[in-house]
């Protein structure tokens, strides 16, 4: 896929999944090595983006244990105090991405979903995408993550980066996006072979939002999070096409993909492309 920038007003939405940056099965457990060559991809890159990142081992076990995503339940002991606790290990995972940008001389800008987005029962609204919008003017990187949400009806839930990024798109209105890429630790999605009898699966390299309606998912085994899997994974994808943006799913544990991807490079990963 080629897309051209096509005015300076075009910008990247770059999601960087929790499983990929973090190990799920330890706690607060960073993958450091991946973590520092995104960053330095992103750096050398240095395209118009908003970056955004996913929970991993800092935001899901916490948000599990405290049933967040099911909102204001008193029979959860401690679940307030676990709401503020989930929301300290996001910012706290998130100050170590934003260190490492700013150790480059890179400036890039922690933007806390949970203060600029608010839910009313189903629906997300924000006053304050001019905050990222005018952050973009400056050339600075706004870096938002899956965070906590409260709820005007006095609950709250979970904001995943996903949800992040429909906001994003349906809200910015100064910037377009060109492209929305999802760097996880897998090439893309992988499809059963058309012949069933070849009992193999194959990456799907090339689809189209009405192929993703009865998409005939191979199983590997992937472990499913609070907020998706897989299966989640492709209900964003549907819900970001329906604003006509193309969106990318790219391998971040292979070697200098993400610097690709913002340079529009071939690479072997899944394009979803818009009719
Ligand atoms: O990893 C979830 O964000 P995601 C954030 O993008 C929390 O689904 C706090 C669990």
Not at 94 to 114: C, G, V
Not at 179 to 193: A, L, P, Q, S, W
């Given at each position: 896929m080629r897309i051209k920038l096509k005015n300076r007003n075009d910008i990247f939405l770059l999601k960087l999944g929790g499983s990929l940056l973090t190990d799920k099965n330890?706690?607060?457990?960073?993958?450091?090595?991946?973590?520092?060559?995104?960053?330095?991809?992103?750096?050398?890159?240095?395209?118009?983006?908003?970056?955004?990142?996913?929970?991993?081992?800092?935001?899901?076990?916490?948000?599990?244990?405290?049933?967040?995503?099911?909102?204001?339940?008193?029979?959860?002991?401690?679940?307030?105090?676990?709401?503020?606790?989930?929301?300290?290990?996001?910012?706290?995972f998130?100050?170590?991405?934003?260190?490492?940008?700013?150790?480059?001389?890179?400036?890039?800008?922690?933007?806390?979903?949970?203060s600029i987005f608010i839910k009313d029962s189903f629906t997300i609204s924000t006053q304050s995408i001019d905050i990222i919008e005018t952050a973009l003017d400056l050339n600075i990187l706004p870096i938002l993550y899956g965070d906590i949400i409260l709820d005007k009806k006095g609950s709250f839930s979970i904001i995943s980066g996903d949800q992040i990024i429909f906001e994003l798109c349906e809200n910015l209105k100064k910037y377009q996006i060109s492209?929305?890429?999802?760097?996880?630790?897998?090439?893309?999605?992988?499809?059963?072979?058309e012949d069933p009898k070849q009992k193999s699966i194959k990456l799907a390299t090339k689809l189209y939002l009405g192929d993703l309606e009865n998409i005939d998912l191979a199983d590997l085994g992937?472990?499913?999070?609070?907020?998706?899997?897989?299966?989640?994974?492709?209900?964003?994808?549907?819900?970001?096409?329906?604003?006509?943006?193309?969106v990318q799913l790219i391998n971040g544990l292979k070697e200098g993909y993400i610097f690709k991807s913002l340079k529009n490079e071939m690479i072997n990963c899944t394009n979803i492309l818009i009719n």
């Open positions: 330890k706690p607060f457990s960073i993958r450091e090595d991946v973590i520092k060559s995104a960053v330095q991809q992103i750096i050398e890159a240095n395209e118009r983006l908003i970056l955004i990142h996913g929970g991993g081992s800092f935001g899901h076990p916490l948000a599990e244990k405290f049933s967040i995503s099911k909102g204001f339940d008193t029979s959860i002991p401690n679940q307030i105090l676990g709401l503020t606790e989930t929301h300290q290990s996001m910012n706290n998130n100050s170590y991405l934003i260190d490492l940008f700013l150790e480059k001389k890179y400036p890039a800008l922690s933007i806390q979903a949970s492209k929305v890429v999802f760097v996880m630790e897998t090439d893309g999605i992988f499809i059963n072979d992937q472990k499913i999070d609070v907020t998706g899997g897989i299966q989640g994974k492709i209900n964003s994808i549907k819900e970001i096409c329906k604003y006509n943006i193309p």
